[in-house]
T-cell receptor
Framework: DTGVSQNPRHKITKRGQNVTFRCDPISEHNRLYWYRQTLGQGPEFLTYFQNEAQLEKSRLLSDRFSAERPKGSFSTLEIQRTEQGDSAMYLC????????????FGPGTRLTVT | DAKTTQPPSMDCAEGRAANLPCNHS???????VYWYRQIHSQGPQYIIHGLKNNETNEMASLIITEDRKSSTLILPHATLRDTAVYYC?????????????WGAGTKLIIKP
């Protein structure tokens, strides 16, 4: 399968714990995006990378959230000191760098904070 | 905020054409119209995009009005597998960060 993959698919954690999600984009894609989606809503943009550079961060991305893409390939999204409001689906997407109209999405990681 | 308005839900009979409307009355000249869909428990999937002209691909057709203030996504022969939430998004291709701003979409239910 050469699509975007995300791990884990589901994560249940207790409030206050740290969690880390991984996204593996399509191999030749330079751009990588993170979105968050809550029930009944469309995805909300969190951040995006071009290669290893993080070029944009939404104001939704509080100090407890950090994302990395160290070698311009896979990316991780870490949430520290999780809160119940962090419960959501976290989606990763990738696209080609230049002139691409299409973002390819992974299946998402569903986070439940208890 | 999303720049588009869509009905929250629609039904369509299997085998018939599904026509999903979208209003984008504040669209700028350099903004494209994109359609994505999200089947339950999956990530969104790109369907089609257009700027001014009508577009067709293997999945759907996109009809954009001459004033570009609205558009319609057409699934010509809907199947049960087309049941999903359909999102209409407008975005300038040359936006600095290429982020997509999503609304709540239209939940399309295909009935047998």
């Amino acid at each position: 399968d050469t699509g975007v993959s995300q791990n884990p698919r589901h994560k249940i954690t207790k409030r206050g714990q740290n969690v880390t999600f991984r996204c593996d984009p399509i191999s030749e894609h330079n751009r990588l995006y993170w979105y968050r989606q809550t029930l009944g809503q469309g995805p909300e943009f969190l951040t995006y990378f071009q290669n290893e550079a993080q070029l944009e961060k939404s104001r939704l991305l509080s100090d407890r959230f950090s994302a990395e893409r160290p070698k311009g390939s896979f990316s991780t999204l870490e949430i520290q000191r999780t809160e119940q409001g962090d419960s959501a689906m976290y989606l990763c997407a990738s696209s080609l760098a230049a002139g691409s109209h299409e973002q390819y999405f992974g299946p998402g990681t569903r986070l439940t904070v208890t | 905020d999303a720049k588009t308005t869509q009905p929250p839900s629609m039904d369509c009979a299997e085998g018939r054409a599904a026509n999903l409307p979208c209003n984008h009355s504040t669209i700028s000249g350099n903004e494209y119209v994109y359609w994505y869909r999200q089947i339950h428990s999956q990530g969104p999937q790109y369907i089609i995009h257009g700027l001014k002209n009508n577009e067709t691909n293997e999945m759907a057709s996109l009809i954009i009005t001459e004033d570009r203030k609205s558009s319609t996504l057409i699934l010509p022969h809907a199947t049960l597998r087309d049941t999903a939430v359909y999102y209409c998004i407008v975005r300038a291709q040359m936006d600095s960060n290429y982020q997509l701003i999503w609304g709540a979409g239209t939940k399309l239910i295909i009935k047998p």
